[in-house]
């Protein structure tokens, strides 16, 4: 009997509004697990083109302070910092890693007489070398990753490792007191390097970059001052430091993440 009579509000109609331009109540609103942040969405792979401009400076026999040294960053002649500019562009598959090209330019020089060692102003040897060098780098992020609503979040701060291989050309030209001198031992004007280095940039919303990168370069020469004693115990360094500027391209665009402005789902049962 109860079965087949009916509600007695069966034929009251219902009224549903929806206005999408409402504004909903923050009580209303969904309220996420953390504070709103300013988050991008995943787009790999991803494109970035860069180029920038920095310092440069040499570990070399000529040159540095009263360390006896030549490749540590104590030994560094600050005063003999030259400008570097670097152009490449980066192909990053996923979260973790990127590969890199690049093409740097750089100037590198020494000079004994701003040495505070007394055995280098004795000798008072001064170079200048202009390097040109193209090379590979294998970079590995380290994101911060959100998982919401069936999106992966990244920070637009993103810290990173990285190691390559690199050629470059090289053409020292060094002096002494008396006017130019000539290495006693020819070298090759082509040379490899090994790069180590780390790195940080900031990506914002219509993807514009902005970034700074600090890399060490091993060689395979000790001639890049034009210069070596029988008392050198290892290969001459360089050292690129930069400001970035760049432009990511991706199949999707960056996007700002908001919180839901949508009232949550609720299952009516009759």
């Known amino acids: ?17 929806s206005n999408s331009n409402s504004r909903i109540s923050k009580n209303q609103r969904k309220k996420p697990f953390q504070k709103p942040k300013r988050k991008t969405k995943y ?18 026999d ?49 000079s004994d007489a701003l040495s505070p060692n007394t055995s280098r102003t004795e000798r008072n040897l001064s170079f200048t070398n202009r390097i040109y060098e193209l090379g590979f780098k294998h970079k590995f992020y380290f994101p911060i990753n959100i998982y ?30 008396s006017g130019r001198y000539t290495p006693t031992k020819s070298f090759s004007k082509f040379q490899g390097a090994i790069p180590l280095g780390m790195g940080i940039h900031y990506t914002f919303e219509k993807h514009f970059r902005v970034g700074f990168d600090i890399g060490w370069r091993f060689t395979t020469t000790d001639y890049l001052d034009g210069f070596t004693t029988d008392f050198s115990k290892c290969q001459d360094s360089y050292a690129f430091s930069s400001i970035t500027f760049g432009y990511a391209l991706s199949k999707n665009k960056y996007k700002k993440r908001v919180n839901d402005t949508k009232p949550r789902f609720k299952l009516k049962v009759f």
């Open 43 to 60: 787009m790999f792979p991803e494109w970035s083109f860069d180029a920038g401009f920095g310092s440069t400076n040499s570990f070399t």
């Open 148 to 177: 919401r609503n069936g999106w992966y979040y990244q920070e637009p701060l993103q810290y990173y490792l990285y190691y390559g291989v690199a050629y470059f050309f090289h053409n020292p030209k060094l002096n002494d007191p």
């Open 62 to 110: 000529i040159g540095g302070k009263e360390y006896s040294g030549k490749n540590s960053f104590v030994d560094v002649q600050l005063s003999t910092t030259r400008l570097d500019y670097t152009f490449f562009f980066e192909y990053r598959s996923g979260t973790r890693e990127g590969y890199v090209f690049a093409f740097n330019i750089g100037n590198i020089s020494g």
């Open 1 to 17: 009997m109860f079965a087949q009579s009916e509600p007695k509000d069966w034929n009251k109609k219902k009224s549903f509004t």
